[in-house]
């Protein structure tokens, strides 16, 4: 019995041993990270200017592939079902926590399907108009929809998205009616709002601030609990004479369950050092981002603890599950 507990114990021991070792020659390969959000939204602009450095950091190239629908559930389901090998990340918003209350099969659990490796960006959710929308503050939106009820449409990247809580809490606590229209990401939201499709958008800052600096989307508050560095003269919500609406969101990046603590631990260095380069955060600051990192631990618990705050705030919200 002795020899065989050392003939197992040697086995394991080399199987540990050998993980270990393929853990630190990683990446070997082209890393592919997902975005389950379409081209030109806040997720890809965030992504893109983290991957510029992110691969040569690594030592090998990370390709992004946009994978948008269902709320960023699509894309998210690709990377819960890949081979925990490292070779396949997710970045995503923090969508992530709210989705599991708006639809009825998502395909995979939030808390225990994933590696939480780190988070890479905070910022607020901005509330823009079409031009053509006459009202230019919070007060003269309330107004306008409380005359106007249900005939303005608002959009989103998608139902259970940041956007899509701040404009239903609006509703909910100004008690004025607006319809929602979600789209797969921040690029197509944008478009129409700039065409007049929809009159106002609900969107991450990275995929309007271009077009607020240039004057073709309006400004009308941001849904942060204090004005953004990068947008210093639009006012929140609450400054604008309007209700307690604070939604912000972050952004981060997740592997698969099971994925090797050692290329868990060795991605979070590298976002570590990618997100604390000057051009880096001048770039994330540019569009409206703060650049920030946590622990893959600290990152675990914001997620579990905002699954149970989004559970209290689609309900309160009224918001119906797909």
């Known amino acids: ?36 959000y379409p081209p030109g939204g806040g997720t890809d602009i965030v992504a893109r200017i983290i991957v510029e450095k992110l691969g040569p950091e690594l030592g090998q190239s990370v390709v992004i592939e946009n994978k948008g629908g269902a709320g960023g559930s699509l894309g998210t389901a690709i990377v819960a079902h890949a081979p925990p090998d ?21 395909g995979y659990d939030v808390a225990s399907d994933f590696a939480p490796v780190s988070l890479v960006a905070v910022i607020p959710q901005i509330v823009v108009a079409n031009n053509a929308l006459p009202v230019h503050n919070v007060a003269e939106l309330t107004a306008y929809l409380k005359a106007n009820p ?19 809490l609006f509703k909910l606590r100004t008690g004025t009616e607006m319809t929602h229209v979600p789209y797969k990401g921040g690029g197509p939201a944008v ?43 639009v006012p929140t919500i609450a400054e604008n004479g309007g209700p307690d609406v604070v939604v912000d969101s972050w952004y981060g990046v ?5 994925t090797p603590k050692a290329v868990v631990d060795r991605m979070n260095a590298a976002l570590v050092k990618v997100l604390a380069m000057p051009e880096v955060k001048e770039k994330l600051f540019a569009q409206g981002a703060e650049a920030v990192t946590s622990t893959p631990a600290q990152f675990d618990t914001l997620i579990r603890d905002e699954l149970k705050k989004w559970a209290v705030v689609v309900q309160a919200a009224n918001i119906k599950p797909e």
């Open 191 to 233: 478009t129409d709002t700039l065409a007049g499709q929809v009159q106002l958008l609900f969107v991450s800052m990275p995929a309007a601030l271009q077009f607020v600096k240039q004057g073709q989307l309006r400004p009308i508050a941001v849904t942060s609990a204090k004005r953004s560095a990068s947008a210093p003269d």
């Open 254 to 258: 997740l592997f698969p369950a099971k």
């Open 86 to 106: 490292g070779y396949t990340v997710l970045l995503t918003l923090s969508s992530h926590t709210i989705n599991p209350f708006l639809y009825k099969s998502l």
């Open 150 to 168: 249900g005939k303005v449409n608002f959009a989103s990247v998608g139902i259970g998205s940041p956007g899509h809580i701040a404009g239903e």
């Open 1 to 36: 019995m002795s020899r065989l507990r050392i003939v197992v114990g040697t086995l394991v021991l080399a199987l540990v041993m050998s993980g270990a070792s393929w853990a630190e020659d990683w990446p070997t390969k082209p890393i592919r990270m997902v975005v389950p």
